[in-house]
């Protein structure tokens, strides 16, 4: 509809990765010194905002207003990711850190604001949405609308944090040990952290480069139309909604992080290559193979980070793993729209 190659579409989206290649370790800097409820706001603001704007550009067909809007969500997806794990983490240290974290994964595959129902059900669904209403930007539109919600939903929270007066007296005296809290404590961090980013860098932008583009590699590489094809996808996104929360528990009780992401690694590397080698296959079964590795990964890569670190730096933590997130994410789209239009 906007007339666009795939060079551009890989622009287009990695001017989601490349604004949070930095805006991330700010977050968690921001994180560690003055807490999680204005830069919430913040973030979800810029979320609703970004996503309105890329809605409009569907209805003025405009490529540059489309990529302004994804920047801005950009800037907010990235500091929320920080933001939601920093949460998470002060408030489920002590037991239960990894089942909170499942449950994150599972909903933000599902429902949440910087995923949302755009990576699960609109993937599913998008095509109907438009035969239905005979315009592709409804779908953008329903996105922008669960945004806002999400944004609703956090102010909510914030208001009710702040009802709280006693724990908030808490977090004042809270914030004003953080604010001791220096940028040199990066080069103490311990080496599994620095592991865990390696991982990060690799596997964890393989996952999100194969989520841009598995509907075109399935509607080309297998035959299949429109419809079918964004539904083959969307098996993808199906075991993270419902095997997250319970791995997260297995992780808490019985470890086994390493093993896990061990584990992830290879069955995404076996994913591909069914889809390289055996197109005789039906995708799904690819496609099924893959949702394991974007099951187990994620709860157990994310969740160890919080572990190896001090609770006054797992802003800071979080946020270097994010933009090493998007580094990955920002050269590999490049290149895979760059090898598409070849």
Known sequence: ELRISNSQYGVLQSSVAIVNTVLPLLAGLFVDTFGTQVGSILATSLIAAGYVLAATSTSLASFPLMVVGYVMYGLGSGSITVVQGAILSHWFRGKGLAIAMGLEVATSRLASSSRGLASYLSMATVVLISQWTGFYGWAFWFAALLCVLSWVVNLLYVLFMRYLHEEHGVERQELAR?????????????????????????????????????????????????????????????????????????????????????????????????????????????????????????????????????????????????????????????????????
């Not at 889809?275 to 690819?286: A, K, M, N, R, T």
């Not at 994620?298 to 609770?311: E, G, T, W, Y």
């Not at 933009?323 to 920002?330: E, K």
Request: charged fraction near 10%; charge should be neutral.
């Open 178 to 342: 953080k604010k001791a809290f220096h940028p040199r404590n990066l080069l103490y961090f311990p080496a599994p952290y620095w592991f865990i980013i390696g991982i990060v860098f690799t596997l964890g932008s393989c996952w999100t480069i194969f989520l841009h583009f598995n509907t075109e590699m399935v509607k080309l590489r297998f035959g299949h139309d429109d419809q079918t094809s964004a539904y083959i996808a969307s098996v993808a996104q199906v075991l993270p909604i419902f095997f997250a929360p319970f791995q997260g528990y297995l992780h808490d009780f019985y470890g086994y992080r390493a093993t896990t992401a061990m584990m992830s690694t290879l069955t995404f590397i076996a994913s591909m290559l069914l889809f390289l080698w055996w197109p005789h296959f039906s995708p799904i079964i690819g496609m099924a193979i893959f949702s394991v590795s974007l099951t187990i990964g994620p709860v157990a890569i994310f969740s160890s980070v919080p572990l190896v670190l001090a609770n006054t730096v797992v802003g800071t933590g979080l946020g270097v793993y994010k933009s090493t997130l998007n580094v990955g994410v920002s050269l590999l789209d490049i290149v895979a729209g760059m090898l598409q239009d070849l």
